[in-house]
């Protein structure tokens, strides 16, 4: 499935404006899974005397959208995990079809100067199949792809051509999505029928892992720990939580009028049932979960 399907995905306007706001809305949570946990163990993987020895440091990144992942990745991997950037030529490829998202991400980094200032930045306007299809055999110390499997026509073959022609030896594949019972999960299974415009390609953990098997692939999975604020959608009008349901749904008009009142009534008691309340700056909130499901594919050298 490619993102030629998803109407939504291809309003690349009003793709990154309900995303930033759908994003706002996960806090801190994501920074510190890719501190605490990520970072730590693609130190472990790369970090060895003949790797210490190398001048340059690379980076492919698939569908970044407007960077917020990579941001967080790169502060991660200068404070956390010095010994694999330091000294070294930092090139960060990105790959992403979406011409305002890269637009919002150089913003974003030209903001921020510090470490960002030293990396070499590579603007790859693409889609992930295009790019892996034609781009030369260069290689790269890591490559991800987060929450972008669900856009690719067949995963398995998205996943060998990155391991076997642009991926270092050693190196490292990053792949995220939505782990058991991750609120996106469980829509998709609930009104995949229903509601045409969900992405139905939940790809998950434990079909990434077979892959892993079939290819003989060393690999680990560990789930990241995340929830989400839903309140705004249940506030009538509130145009933030329109905006949240918009994205949930990947619907780009009126959703009522796009789906039907009825199925809205139940997409909202559906997201009611999976609800619970917890105390945020001294107000009762709503949160769904939102944990993600972490592979890391290994290639040693």
């Not at 790959?95 to 991400?105: G, H, K, M, Q, R």
Request: overall charge neutral; some cysteine; proline content about 2%.
């Amino acid at each position: 499935m490619s993102t030629k399907d998803f109407k939504f995905v291809e309003k690349h306007q009003e793709y990154v404006d309900t995303f930033q706001i759908f994003s706002r809305h996960r806090g801190k949570q994501q920074a510190v899974w890719v501190e605490n946990k990520l970072v730590e163990r693609l130190r472990d993987v790369l970090q060895r005397d003949y790797f210490s020895r190398t001048t340059e440091f690379k980076v492919l990144a698939f569908g970044t959208n407007v960077g917020s992942f990579d941001t967080l990745l790169i502060k991660a991997l200068f404070s956390h995990a010095k010994e694999l950037v330091e000294g070294k030529q930092v090139t960060y490829t990105v790959i992403e079809p979406n011409t305002v998202a890269i637009d919002e991400f150089k913003r974003n980094i030209s903001t921020q100067g510090g470490v960002f200032q030293n990396i070499k930045f590579n603007w790859i306007n693409k889609r992930m199949e295009e790019f892996l299809e034609t781009k030369g055999p260069e290689r790269y110390d890591l490559i991800q792809f987060v929450h972008v499997l669900y856009y690719a026509e067949n995963e398995e073959e998205l996943l060998k051509t990155a391991y076997e022609k642009f991926l270092a030896s050693p190196g490292c594949i990053l792949a995220v999505c939505a782990a058991e019972g991750n609120i996106w999960r469980l829509l998709v299974e609930s009104f995949k029928l229903k509601i045409p415009s969900l992405i139905v390609n939940q790809v998950k953990n434990v079909e990434l892992s077979e892959i892993c098997k079939r290819n003989q692939w060393e690999h680990r999975i560990f789930d990241a720990k995340m929830d989400l604020e839903v309140t705004d959608i249940f506030n009538e009008g509130d145009p933030i939580g329109k905006a949240m349901l918009l994205f949930f749904l990947h619907v780009d008009e009126e959703p009522k009028e796009k789906l039907g009142k009825e199925i809205i009534l139940e997409v909202m008691e559906f997201l009611k049932r999976m609800s619970w309340e917890k105390i945020k700056d001294g107000k009762k909130r709503l949160f769904v979960n939102e944990d993600d499901g972490i592979l890391l594919i290994y290639k040693r050298s």
